[in-house]
C-alpha cells in the first residue's frame, strides 16, 4: 500500500505548471507587498494619529486599530469582499479587495510597531524641538521618525513575514496566488501531494529569505550607531 | 440600506454552532500544541546536538510556513501519505496545533531561559530532586512571564481557526459566509460574526495586556 503510494507520486506535474506556479507566486510576492507598503504607510499614520492631543482624532483611530487586531483577516477579507459592496453600491475586484483588507490588517499591527517605537524616543527631545518651535511637521519627519525607523526594523522582519503568511488567506477570495493557482492545477491533475508541497516549500523558502534578509539589514543599521 | 437583525436572530442556533464548532477547533489545537510545545522545549534545552537541531529547524518550519498552506496539506496530502481518513477538523485542527506548539515552544523557551542559572545551580547544589528544581525553582519564576504570551498567542489561534473554513469545516466564519450567501444578507451577517470575534477576543488581549503590565510593575 505504501510503496504503490510513493511510486505513484509524480513530480513532473510540478515542472509542467511551473510557468503558471511561478506566476502565482509573482502574485503572491505582488499582494504582500503591496500590503507591506501599504500597510506601513497606515500604520504610521495610525501611529501618529493616535498620538494626537485631540481625543476626536485619538479615539477612532484607536478603536479601528483595535477592532481590526482582534478580528481574523479572514472575516476581514469577505467583510470587503461581500459586505462592504451591499453598503457602498459598487463592488470591488478580488484583487482590490484583497489589497485593501490586508493594507488595513497590516497598518493595524505596524501602528503598535511604530507606537512603540515613538514611545521609546526622549520626552526631552521632543520637548527641546517644541522649546525651539520647530513646527509639528518638522518634529515628526526630523527627530521622531528617523530614529523610530531604527527601533522598528527587526519587528517589521517579523511583520514582512506575516504578511505573506496572511495574503495565503485571501485565497479564498478569487484571485491567482500561489495558494490558488496550486488548487487550480490540483482541480484537473489530482496530484494534491506533489502540487501543495511544491507551494508549501516555495512559501517557506520566501519567509526563509526575508527573515535572513532582516538580519543582514538590522547588521548593517548596527554599525554606524 | 436597512441592517436587518431579523434574519440574524432566524438563523443564531446555526451561528451558535459554529461558535462550537470553532471552540473545540482551538481546544484541540491548544491541546496538541501544548503537548508538541512541551517536547519542543524539551528538545532544545535539554538534548543533544541533534535533537536540538531537529527542535530548532521544527521552530523555523512551523513558523514560516502559512498556516494556510499547511491546513491544505493536512487535509489534502497527508490521508494519502498515511493511507488513513481524516475529517476537516481533524485535518486543520492537527496542523494548527502544530503551529501553535512551534509559537508556544518559543513561549516557553524564553520563560525559561530568563530563569537566571544560578538558581539551577544553587537548587542543584541543596540536593533537590529534578523534579523539586523545576515545579518549586524554576516554572514558579518562569510562568509569570511566559502567561502574557501564552493568552496573547490564544487570541492568535482563536483567529487562526477561521482558516478551517477554506477546507469545509462549519466554524463560525463558514457558516456566517454561507448564510450570507443564501440570503444575499452578507453585510448583517458577516458584520455580526466581525463583532462576535471582537467581544471574545478583545477582552482575552485586555488580559494579556493587564498581566504583562503587573508583571513589568512587579519586576521592578
Known amino acids: ?225 | 440600506m436597512n441592517f436587518n437583525v431579523g434574519v440574524l436572530e432566524a438563523n443564531y442556533p446555526a451561528l451558535l454552532g459554529g461558535l462550537m464548532v470553532t471552540c473545540l477547533a482551538t481546544l484541540i489545537a491548544l491541546s496538541i500544541g501544548f503537548v508538541v510545545a512541551v517536547v519542543m522545549v524539551t528538545l532544545r534545552l535539554g538534548g543533544g546536538k541533534w535533537s536540538r537541531r531537529f527542535a530548532d529547524a521544527y521552530l523555523t518550519f512551523f513558523r514560516t510556513t502559512p498556516e494556510m498552506v499547511l491546513i491544505f496539506w493536512a487535509y489534502f496530502c497527508l490521508p494519502a501519505v498515511l493511507g488513513i481518513q481524516m475529517s476537516g477538523l481533524t485535518a486543520g485542527s492537527l496542523s494548527l496545533g502544530l503551529v501553535t506548539g512551534a509559537y508556544l515552544a518559543e513561549i516557553f523557551r524564553a520563560g525559561i531561559q530568563s530563569v537566571p542559572k544560578g538558581q539551577f545551580e544553587a537548587g542543584r547544589a541543596l540536593g533537590l530532586s529534578r523534579f523539586a528544581l523545576w515545579t518549586k525553582v524554576v516554572l514558579p519564576q518562569g510562568v509569570p512571564l511566559m502567561t502574557p504570551p501564552f493568552i496573547n498567542y490564544l487570541t492568535e489561534l482563536i483567529k487562526n481557526t477561521t482558516l478551517l473554513a477554506a477546507i469545509g469545516v462549519a466554524e463560525l466564519a463558514y457558516v456566517a459566509y454561507n448564510l450570507g450567501a443564501q440570503t444575499f444578507r452578507y453585510f448583517e451577517f458577516i458584520t455580526a460574526i466581525g463583532i462576535g470575534y471582537f467581544l471574545i477576543i478583545f477582552p482575552i488581549s485586555l488580559l494579556s495586556r493587564r498581566l504583562e503590565k503587573t508583571r513589568r510593575q512587579a519586576a521592578m
Open chain 1, 1 to 225: 500500500m505504501a510503496e504503490t503510494f510513493w511510486s505513484s507520486l509524480d513530480f513532473g506535474v510540478v515542472w509542467r505548471f511551473r510557468d503558471a506556479l511561478l506566476m502565482g507566486l509573482g502574485f503572491t510576492l505582488f499582494l504582500a507587498g503591496s500590503g507591506l507598503v501599504g500597510g506601513t504607510i497606515l500604520g504610521a499614520l495610525f501611529a501618529v494619529f493616535q498620538s494626537s492631543r485631540f481625543w476626536i482624532v485619538r479615539w477612532p483611530i484607536r478603536a479601528l486599530v483595535e477592532f481590526l487586531r482582534a478580528t481574523p483577516l479572514l472575516m476581514q477579507a469577505i467583510w470587503v469582499h461581500f459586505a462592504l459592496p451591499l453598503a457602498l453600491g459598487f463592488t470591488l475586484t478580488p484583487t482590490v479587495s484583497a489589497i485593501l483588507a490586508l493594507t488595513f490588517n497590516v497598518g493595524a499591527y505596524t501602528s503598535e510597531i511604530f507606537r512603540a517605537g515613538i514611545a521609546a524616543i526622549d520626552k526631552g527631545q521632543i520637548e527641546a524641538a517644541r522649546a525651539l518651535a520647530l513646527p509639528t511637521r518638522l518634529v515628526w519627519t526630523k527627530i521622531i521618525l528617523p530614529q523610530a525607523f531604527r527601533l522598528i526594523v527587526p519587528p517589521l522582519t517579523s511583520s514582512a513575514i506575516s504578511t505573506v503568511k496572511a495574503s495565503t488567506i485571501l485565497s479564498i477570495l478569487a484571485i491567482n496566488d500561489l495558494m490558488r493557482v496550486a488548487m487550480r492545477i490540483n482541480g484537473f491533475t489530482y496530484r494534491p501531494v506533489e502540487l501543495y508541497t511544491a507551494a508549501a516549500l516555495l512559501f517557506f523558502l520566501v519567509g526563509f529569505a526575508i527573515s535572513r534578509l532582516g538580519l543582514f539589514v538590522e547588521k548593517r543599521l548596527e554599525r554606524p550607531a
